[in-house]
């Protein structure tokens, strides 16, 4: 009879795993303590990108000055994040381009949408930093977990073949240590890819929402250079 709590302990499996299997099982776990820290990462600067979005859209829609919100967004006092730094990014085109004489309205706004786009562009780069990672341990894990239970599996069955006979006490420690290489592999994958969609769906609405305020905004500055 198999005494379950020395043979097959956890830990004990692990300590006495082949050299392989543990190499597999220090890879998945490394794997996993990274996409932890960089899901706890993401859940901060997107939490962060949201909260600064709703406020400047506040002050933006209350009625503000634009030229108040350009001065303070440009004063050094802060880095402007987001939404803030695309709005100092464009009103800072257009007013350069404005102050040439005879400018065109279409090259007026076209130049504050691309020097919009480009921040908006690195503002999203920023934001979907590290995603890249979660989505490669999500899909990678499961697949290094397997190596290491075959692996480990099949040391097993080699281990046999100097028995004259084969009981079920003396095979399952064996697979035990195998089939642990994929439980490592699901527990590292599994938070990854529900943290992977989770944070891209949550940048595409933020993505959204700032191409909504550039259209907006270009809007509003296209009325000003008309009058």
Same mark, same amino acid.
């Given at each position: 009879?198999?005494?379950?709590?020395?043979?097959?302990?956890?830990?004990?499996?692990?300590?006495?795993?082949?050299?392989?299997?543990?190499?597999? %099982?220090?890879?998945?776990?490394?794997?996993?303590? %990274?996409?932890?820290?960089?899901?706890?990462?993401?859940?901060?600067?997107?939490?962060?990108?949201?909260?600064?979005?709703?406020?400047?859209?506040?002050?933006?829609?209350?009625?503000?000055?634009?030229?108040?919100?350009?001065?303070?967004?440009?004063?050094?006092?802060?880095?402007?994040?987001?939404?803030?730094?695309?709005?100092?990014?464009?009103?800072?085109?257009?007013?350069?381009?404005?102050?040439?004489?005879?400018?065109?309205?279409?090259? !007026?706004?076209?130049?504050?949408?691309?020097? %919009?786009?480009?921040?908006?562009?690195?503002?999203?780069?920023?934001?979907?930093?590290?995603?890249?990672?979660?989505?490669?341990?999500?899909?990678?894990?499961?697949?290094?977990?397997?190596?290491?239970?075959?692996?480990?599996?099949?040391?097993?069955?080699?281990? !046999?073949?100097? %028995?004259? /006979?084969?009981?079920?006490?003396?095979?399952?420690?064996?697979?035990?240590?195998?089939?642990?290489?994929?439980?490592?592999?699901?527990?590292?994958?599994?938070?990854?890819?529900?943290?992977?969609?989770?944070?891209?769906?949550?940048?595409?609405? !933020?993505?959204?929402?700032?191409?909504?305020?550039?259209?907006?905004?270009?809007?509003?500055? /296209?009325? /000003?250079?008309?009058?």
């Amino acid at each position: 009879m198999l005494n379950l709590s020395n043979d097959m302990a956890i830990l004990s499996l692990i300590a006495h795993a082949s050299i392989i299997v543990k190499i597999v %099982m220090g890879i998945l776990i490394l794997a996993s303590m %990274m996409s932890w820290w960089y899901i706890f990462v993401k859940m901060f600067t997107v939490r962060r990108a949201k909260s600064q979005a709703e406020e400047f859209e506040r002050e933006f829609w209350g009625g503000s000055d634009l030229v108040g919100l350009y001065q303070r967004a440009s004063a050094g006092q802060y880095e402007p994040a987001g939404m803030e730094k695309i709005f100092e990014a464009g009103f800072k085109e257009y007013l350069k381009l404005k102050s040439r004489s005879g400018a065109d309205i279409g090259a !007026l706004m076209d130049g504050t949408r691309r020097a %919009m786009k480009a921040t908006f562009q690195r503002e999203l780069d920023f934001l979907e930093a590290h995603l890249s990672f979660l989505a490669t341990v999500g899909s990678v894990s499961p697949y290094i977990g397997l190596f290491g239970t075959v692996w480990g599996i099949m040391n097993s069955f080699r281990s !046999l073949t100097n %028995m004259a /006979q084969a009981t079920l006490a003396q095979v399952a420690p064996g697979m035990a240590e195998a089939l642990i290489a994929t439980a490592i592999g699901l527990f590292a994958a599994i938070p990854a890819v529900i943290a992977y969609n989770k944070y891209t769906a949550e940048i595409d609405r !933020l993505a959204n929402r700032y191409e909504s305020f550039m259209e907006e905004f270009t809007n509003i500055l /296209q009325r /000003q250079a008309v009058h």
